[in-house]
């Protein structure tokens, strides 16, 4: 049994965009429920979180942008044409920046193997100076600027296999070769960032690996796309910490999207994670909660991603026929032959 910290709060269920709004509380209602109905809460570790400071948000975020989400504390305000407050949801944005911090500070000394964030609001669209698609501070950013500024970590690899590509993230390291970003994502769709050729600048050329899906992948093709190029690329970058930006609307049923991940898949895409970070980082693998808008598929996919973080989900060997991703992999390898070697 491995030890896996979860990071789950009420208040996260307090951040309430609206009605009718995708990015609702119940999606982490359920995923509760299903949780505490396999009986996995009770074989994990629960991780309090704490508010981030500002100090810490600022390392990603203009001081600016942070003082224009705080004065919306109180009130339910939109952000963004996609992103609105309620009164409790800069509290909630804290404490999921914060929580993550938390869980990494735990992993990174030793205290926990792993653990998932449990979160909400999600962060990955969010720009160092402006709230976008549902996210207001990056949270997976914050932790990777967080591991490398005060936990000890050189390098981060971080890993995004949300439906919609994570521009906040890859802007806040698009000239830095000490945070690689790896993303799988839907294309061309929301937010139009992410095509092949989008791969860093200046230092971080490189150490920003695009991998755009044009047509519907399933659990062969992600599984693929990571043994194929992401592989690889994490054993030479040799990270300290893999973080992953986990969005569940790669579902096959997700109302969003048109991928076609099932929730086994995602057991075996964290479980084949949990192998990566075992080769690569001493097993310190951190996942925060993206998107998910089937409800019930998106809950299912998390107990099966928990049951590989307490180890009881063992890797399963990867079929060998990459499908409708050979293309994609081809040209993403052509795109970075220069910087990493590929199998």
């Known amino acids: 049994m491995r030890r896996c910290g979860l990071v789950m709060h009420p208040i996260f269920l307090e951040h309430d965009p609206g009605p009718g709004h995708p990015e609702c509380p119940r999606r982490l209602e359920v995923i509760e429920r299903v949780l505490e109905g396999k009986k996995l809460i009770e074989k994990t570790r629960r991780v309090e979180p704490r508010p981030a400071t500002k100090e810490e948000i600022v390392r990603v975020h203009s001081p600016e942008y942070f003082e224009r989400v705080m004065s919306t504390r109180g009130r339910a305000t939109a952000l963004d044409p996609d992103t609105h407050t309620s009164e409790k949801s800069v509290e909630a944005a804290l404490l999921a920046a914060g929580g993550l911090l938390e869980l990494c500070r735990r992993v990174m000394a030793g205290e926990l193997d792993n653990g998932f964030a449990l979160v909400r609001p999600p962060g990955h669209h969010a ?5 976008m698609g549902f996210c207001l501070f990056n949270n997976v950013a914050l932790a990777a600027e967080h591991a490398r500024a005060a936990l ?8 995004d296999f949300d439906l919609h590509h994570g521009n906040g993230t890859m802007h806040s390291f698009w000239r830095r070769p000490d945070v690689l970003y790896f993303s799988t994502h839907q294309y061309p769709f929301y937010p139009g960032t992410g095509a ?4 860093g600048e200046g230092e971080g050329e490189g150490y920003t ?13 992600f599984r693929a796309i990571f043994r194929s190029l992401l ?5 030479q970058f040799k990270p ?3 973080l992953v930006s986990a969005g569940f609307d790669i579902y096959q049923g997700d109302p969003l999207g048109s991928m076609q991940v099932t ?3 995602f057991g075996d895409l964290a479980a084949d994670l949990l192998l990566l970070a075992d080769r690569v980082c001493a097993g310190r693998l951190v996942l925060t909660l993206e998107g998910g808008y089937h409800v019930e598929g998106e809950a299912e996919g998390v107990a099966q991603v928990v049951r590989a973080l307490l180890g009881e989900r063992p890797a399963r060997p990867a079929p060998d026929d990459a499908g409708a991703a050979d293309a994609v992999i081809r040209a993403v390898q052509r795109a970075l032959e220069k910087h990493w070697r590929f199998r």
């Open 127 to 131: 720009e160092r100076a402006r709230a």
């Open 152 to 159: 000890g970590a050189q390098r981060v690899l971080v890993v």
């Open 196 to 199: 092949v050729a989008d791969i």
């Open 209 to 221: 690996v695009s991998v755009p899906l044009h047509r519907p992948m399933g659990d062969r093709e």
């Open 231 to 235: 592989t690889p690329v994490a054993e």
């Open 240 to 242: 300290d910490l893999l």
């Open 263 to 265: 929730e086994e898949g």
